[in-house]
């Protein structure tokens, strides 16, 4: 019996990885015109720093993260989010010593013991990136702006930036206090976590996707009418950032996140192509945290986007740009050596070249050719061979036709490389 994979663990297989492949080169490419730098963090870490960051009371830590008891008896947990990482990393190398602003984004696996279904799984993966040391408005558009961009360099039309403002520790308290009270006339309405919620988390039931509670939040106060000034001036110029930058957008009040450590500024990507997973990318600043965490006092802003609703956007429609692929068929075996010798050489040039291992006849290798997409077959028999002469076949056209190389493999080699558009 063979042995399954894990639910909700997904294998990425080739042609998926391909455009895997492709999100990371444009958005490491975005980045870098952007000011960002990549740093590398593990996805194990000590327990408390997520329940300390993320909030003891949210969905996430409560019951969705993978921890375990290791073999000395300390209780880790597989990252389900990469901010608290970076942060951690950050204050434990003191990258402020450096320079107090760090512009840094991540690539990798995160984990949730989440309900699978399409675009949910346990292990998913996100682009992260985060601006750490930057009060200024201009920071908090500045990401809604690279994160839109990232997906239009991918060629992902229709989606939607959503942003609110969650306040911060001057006027939210008041806002959780009035708001746990509505909630508090509205139990009965409520899914039964949003009960538990109410109490321990509030804001957490304005984004239920539950349909009652929705409706249950019906004449609840407004957070807009309680962000302090401070607050709504931020909030204010962000969205002149935004307009500067050409980026459309929505206020979306309800917008919370399910982390407790976000402050002001919060945003969503939203692709009605997605269905009820709808929920491309999101992020928010987190003001507070970094010293939270035992680090210095400094502000900070970020977001993640999830690849596989991103893969799942880019779908087929992209012809992700192939290089050429050579093929070299050989008959016989003087012909075979020279094969694999060309292949080689085209190899160690930059160009994918394959062979035929098995001795296959020349319509079997052919097939093979179209198969695996060839360009361009050259075709190395042994009598030709001993003419010093190869066939080549430019596999779109069909055309075919016969090529001197008076025993200049190099010259043959240059010659191909010309074929296919490359210099070599
Ligand atoms: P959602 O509302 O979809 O559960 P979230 O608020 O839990 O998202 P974040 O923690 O903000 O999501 O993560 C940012 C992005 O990571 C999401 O917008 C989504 O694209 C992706 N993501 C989150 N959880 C998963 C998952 N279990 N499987 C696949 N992608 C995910
Ligand atoms: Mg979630």
């Given amino acids: 019996?063979?042995?399954?994979?894990?639910?909700?663990?997904?294998?990425?297989?080739?042609?998926?990885?391909?455009?895997?492949?492709?999100?990371?080169?444009?958005?490491?490419?975005?980045?870098?015109?952007?000011?960002?730098?990549?740093?590398?963090?593990?996805?194990?870490?000590?327990?408390?720093?997520?329940?300390?960051?993320?909030?003891?009371?949210?969905?996430?830590?409560?019951?969705?993260?993978?921890?375990?008891?290791?073999?000395?008896g300390e209780s880790l947990t597989l990252r389900p989010e990469a901010t608290a990482s970076m942060l951690r990393a950050f204050i434990e190398h003191g990258l402020y010593a450096q320079d107090k602003i760090q512009k840094l984004y991540t690539i990798g696996p995160m984990f949730r013991h989440e309900r699978p279904q399409k675009g949910r799984y346990r292990q998913f993966h996100q682009i992260n990136a985060e601006a750490i040391g930057l009060d200024s408005p201009a920071i908090d558009a500045e990401l809604m702006t690279m994160a839109m961009h990232i997906l239009s360099a991918l060629g992902v039309s229709g989606v939607e930036l959503q942003i609110n403002s969650l306040g911060c520790s001057h006027c939210r308290p008041q806002f959780r206090r009035d708001l746990q009270s509505f909630l508090g006339t509205r139990q009965a309405g409520l899914c039964p976590d949003c009960q538990r919620r109410a109490v321990s988390n509030p804001l957490r039931v304005l984004d239920c996707k539950v349909e009652r509670c929705r409706a249950a939040l019906e004449g609840m106060p407004s957070l807009s009418e309680y962000l302090c000034p401070d607050c709504k001036t931020h909030l204010h110029a962000v969205e002149e950032h935004l307009r500067l930058f050409g980026v459309p957008y929505t206020i979306n009040p309800l917008m919370v996140r399910g982390l407790d450590y976000y402050t002001r500024t919060t945003f969503e990507i939203t692709s009605l192509a997605l269905g009820a997973q709808s929920a491309v990318a999101a992020g928010g600043r987190y003001d507070g945290l970094i010293k939270e965490l035992g680090g210095p006092d400094l502000s900070g802003m970020g977001f993640a986007i999830g690849m596989e609703r991103l893969s799942l956007l880019i779908g087929d429609l992209q012809k992700i740009g192939e290089e050429p692929i050579l093929f070299v068929a050989a008959m016989g075996e003087n012909a075979s050596v020279m094969a694999a010798r060309i292949a080689h050489r085209l190899r160690l040039a930059g160009i994918q070249a394959e062979i035929d291992y098995e001795g296959h006849s020349l319509k079997s290798q052919m097939r093979r050719a179209g198969k695996i997409g060839a360009s361009l077959v050259l075709i190395v028999g042994d009598d030709e061979l001993a003419r010093n002469s190869v066939t080549m076949r430019d596999m779109k056209s069909s055309r075919q036709w016969a090529v001197d190389f008076n025993d200049d493999i190099e010259a043959l080699v240059r010659r191909i490389g010309k074929e296919m558009g490359r210099v070599v």
Wanted: glycine content about 6%; hydrophobic content about 40%.
């Fill in 1 to 72: 019996m063979p042995i399954p994979g894990i639910r909700g663990f997904k294998d990425i297989l080739p042609e998926e990885a391909k455009r895997w492949q492709h999100i990371e080169k444009m958005a490491r490419d975005v980045f870098r015109c952007f000011g960002f730098n990549e740093i590398r963090i593990p996805i194990l870490e000590k327990t408390e720093l997520f329940a300390r960051s993320i909030g003891e009371t949210t969905d996430i830590v409560e019951k969705e993260m993978y921890t375990f008891v290791d073999r000395s």
